[in-house]
């Protein structure tokens, strides 16, 4: 790699020095094996490998770094920001403290653990679907819950077409965002005067599929 790196560097020199001059058989070598320097050079791949991590980062959980963009699998960070977007909506959930919103609420908590696994094929269109529908039905009438609703309709979308591509760390970035609009959504609610509407939760199920 060095031997390569000092003909690309021998070749740059002849280009910006004109009274640098080759002739003949030396000349006709050296530019064959610069030319086959500098593509090889180009053509090495990018490393793959996890770096490791140490200190502070360790300390937080991050023990590993994937320096490829696009490959597949949550880093140790993604995994970190679920843990916490885990933790921030069981206690919107506990705040929320309500019978109607509350299986919703449980529904979409528990599809956390499942990015966070990598387990992108349990999570089920129509489930999600019917989860969204619920909180629609719910924020009917208020005219800021019913934007909230909205949102967090537009981030269960996000988070099926990750699933759907099996693109592990996109889903786990649309989880992390769809969690904090449905903490937001809790805390509010808690925080609110609203009428409870009747309607049917019972068709949620209360886990998705195992």
Same mark, same amino acid.
């Given at each position: 790699?060095?031997?390569?790196?000092?003909? =690309?560097?021998?070749?740059?020199?002849?280009?910006?020095? %004109?009274?640098?001059? &080759?002739?003949?058989?030396?000349?006709?070598? =050296? *530019?064959?094996?610069? #030319?086959?320097?500098?593509?090889? &050079?180009?053509?090495?791949?990018?490393?793959?490998?996890?770096?490791?991590?140490?200190?502070?980062?360790?300390?937080?959980?991050?023990?590993? !770094?994937?320096?490829?963009?696009?490959?597949?699998?949550?880093?140790?960070?993604?995994? *970190?920001?679920?843990?916490?977007?885990?933790?921030?909506?069981?206690?919107? =959930? +506990?705040? #929320?403290?309500?019978?109607?919103?509350? /299986?919703?609420?449980?529904?979409? @908590? @528990?599809? *956390? %653990?499942?990015?966070?696994?990598?387990?992108?094929?349990?999570?089920?269109?129509?489930?999600?679907?019917?989860?969204?529908?619920?909180?629609?039905? &719910?924020?009917?009438? !208020?005219?800021?819950?019913?934007?909230?609703? $909205?949102?967090?309709?537009?981030?269960? #979308?996000?988070?099926?077409? +990750?699933?759907?591509?099996?693109?592990?760390?996109? +889903?786990?970035?649309?989880? =992390?965002?769809? $969690?904090?609009?449905? +903490?937001?959504?809790?805390?509010?609610?808690?925080?609110?005067?609203? /009428?409870?509407?009747?309607?049917?939760?019972?068709?949620? %199920?209360?886990?998705?599929?195992?």
């Amino acid at each position: 790699r060095l031997r390569q790196m000092l003909l =690309v560097s021998l070749a740059v020199v002849f280009a910006v020095q %004109p009274g640098v001059q &080759l002739r003949g058989a030396s000349r006709k070598v =050296v *530019l064959q094996h610069t #030319a086959a320097a500098a593509f090889s &050079l180009l053509s090495v791949p990018r490393c793959h490998a996890d770096e490791p991590f140490s200190g502070s980062y360790a300390k937080q959980g991050i023990t590993s !770094n994937s320096i490829a963009l696009g490959s597949k699998g949550i880093s140790a960070y993604e995994k *970190l920001k679920v843990d916490g977007a885990i933790k921030d909506l069981a206690e919107a =959930v +506990a705040a #929320a403290n309500d019978a109607k919103l509350t /299986p919703t609420l449980n529904y979409f @908590a @528990a599809l *956390l %653990p499942l990015v966070k696994e990598e387990k992108l094929d349990r999570i089920e269109e129509k489930s999600i679907q019917l989860a969204v529908d619920n909180l629609v039905a &719910l924020a009917s009438g !208020n005219e800021s819950f019913e934007g909230q609703a $909205a949102s967090i309709g537009k981030r269960s #979308a996000t988070l099926l077409g +990750a699933c759907k591509k099996g693109d592990e760390g996109g +889903a786990a970035l649309a989880v =992390v965002k769809l $969690a904090t609009e449905l +903490a937001d959504f809790a805390f509010g609610w808690a925080s609110s005067d609203r /009428p409870l509407k009747a309607i049917d939760t019972g068709s949620i %199920p209360l886990m998705p599929r195992q």
